[in-house]
Each structure stands twice: as C-alpha cells, then as structure tokens.
C-alpha cells in the first residue's frame, strides 16, 4: 500500500504530488486542510518517497493504487487534490471509480497528451554518480550542470536521503523513469468522464493548461469550473499556497 502521512479529522482529503515529487511538498498545504474539518492524506505515489518500488509505472495502476488506499483505510468517498502527474492520476481515479470520489480538484495539469519534457532533468540526476560517495552540495553542483532553476534543484534536493552513513541517493526509482518517461505524457482515455465536480486550477505563468483545452476538459469533465493563480508557474501551490488553499476551500466547502 502507499505510504502516506495523515493529519486532522473529518471528511478524507486525499493529495496527489506531482513526477518526482513526494508527499512533503504538500506539507504546507496538507497541514492547514487538516485544522478545518478534513482529515488529510498525503501521498508517495508508487516509485517515489517512501512508497514501493516497481517496474509497473503507468497512469492505471497508479489509479488503482489510490482504490486500494481508500479500500485498506476504509475510506468510502474521498475529495482529491492532484498536481501534475498526480493530477492525471486524480483525473483518471475520479473517472474509474466516481463512487470513491466527492469531488476533485486538479492542479495544473490537462488530460491531453504532453510530449516528452523532463529529458535535460533527467540527464542532470542520470550524472549523479552515487558509487562516488558524493556529499549533498556535490549532488546539487552537479545537477546545477543541467538544471539552471534553483528552485527545480531544490525540488529535486527534497528527494536526496541517506541511505546508509555516508552513502546518499534519491528516493524515487530513477531506472523506471528512464524506461518508462512517455508514461508520464499519456492522455487520459477518450472514454473517461466524471460527471460531478472538478475544479481546475493552473498557474497564470504555466503553460500547461491553455484556453483552448477547455473544450477538451469539459469533455471528460462536464461540471469543470477552473481558476488561475496569476504570476504562478507550475509549482502553483509552492509558489501562492494562500490562493490555492482559498479556490480550493471554496470549491470543497461548496
């Protein structure tokens, strides 16, 4: 089962953290949902934090895998918020098991296609060499070498553990990433609707979720409404978490 991290009481608020991500980006976030009636999970999708490890990495089984969580808590209908892959996740969940789902909440991600955009991120963890023993601001020297946003870096960081007394690595499974990239990108079925209510929230500054892919989203989700963080990139929820947790407070308390 996932590994997850609960706070507070009261309806279940399930988090979804985006590709290479893990539950503690959601802290700030989490923390507050958890003072104001929700009792919040937080999330290590499979191949990242704390969670298994394994070669099966596609948006399906992801989606079963939030099922088996409800199922193993004994959580009969959950709100969900996903960002990112965790995100086409949550849409995918909602749209195969709506009977587990209240309502869901996506955050800057669309069900369309995206092409392959993580390769020089990639190619920046790919040159850490671990065998090397390096220390923690070595890792970030070299990652500094592909990836120029500090704040991608730090992002990155959050996964960096010690594995062992002096021997660091990452926690997400990076040779499953490197086989199965275009996973990340899939499209959401043609088929897949969710006919209850489903917030969209994308970063005015991201281009991730453009106008014209509403047509798209009101497809699969007939009662989308949607909102933008202006001055916001992807990382929407780090970079205004006071306007996130509003538009998202708002949608669930409604």
């Not at 704390?50 to 989606?63: G, K, L």
């Not at 789902?101 to 060499?129: E, R, S």
């Not at 281009?207 to 497809?219: L, N, Q, R, T, V």
Request: charged share 20%; with cysteine.
């Amino acid at each position: 089962m996932l590994y997850s991290k609960i706070e507070g009481s009261g309806k279940p608020l399930l988090i979804l953290h985006g590709f290479l991500g893990m539950l503690d980006n959601w802290k700030t976030i989490g923390t507050q949902f958890s003072t104001e009636g929700f009792e919040v999970h937080m999330l290590d999708m499979r191949n990242h934090g704390r969670s298994m490890q394994s070669d099966d990495f596609n948006y399906e089984i992801m989606a079963k895998d939030i099922y088996d969580y409800c199922v193993g808590h004994n959580l009969e209908q959950v709100d969900v918020i996903g960002h990112s892959m965790g995100g086409k996740t949550a849409m995918l969940f909602a749209c195969t098991y709506p009977e587990k789902t209240h309502k869901l909440i996506v955050a800057d991600i669309g069900p369309k296609f995206y092409p392959q955009h993580h390769q020089m991120i990639l190619a920046g963890l790919n040159a850490v060499d671990f065998a090397k023993k390096p220390s923690r601001s070595e890792v970030e020297d070299t990652l500094s070498e592909y990836i120029t946003d500090f704040g991608t870096r730090q992002f990155l960081m959050k996964s960096l553990f010690w594995q062992e007394p002096g021997q660091l690595a990452f926690r997400f499974n990076l040779a499953v990433f490197n086989k199965k990239l275009d996973e990340i990108g899939v499209a959401l079925p043609i088929d897949a609707i969710y006919n209850k209510p489903t917030l969209f929230i994308r970063g005015g500054n991201s281009g991730y979720i453009k106008d014209s892919d509403f047509e798209a989203i009101k497809k699969h989700f007939p009662k989308a409404v949607s909102e933008t963080i202006p001055n916001a990139g992807h990382w929407l929820h780090a970079e205004n978490p006071k306007l996130f947790h509003q538009f998202a407070k708002e949608f669930l308390d409604n």
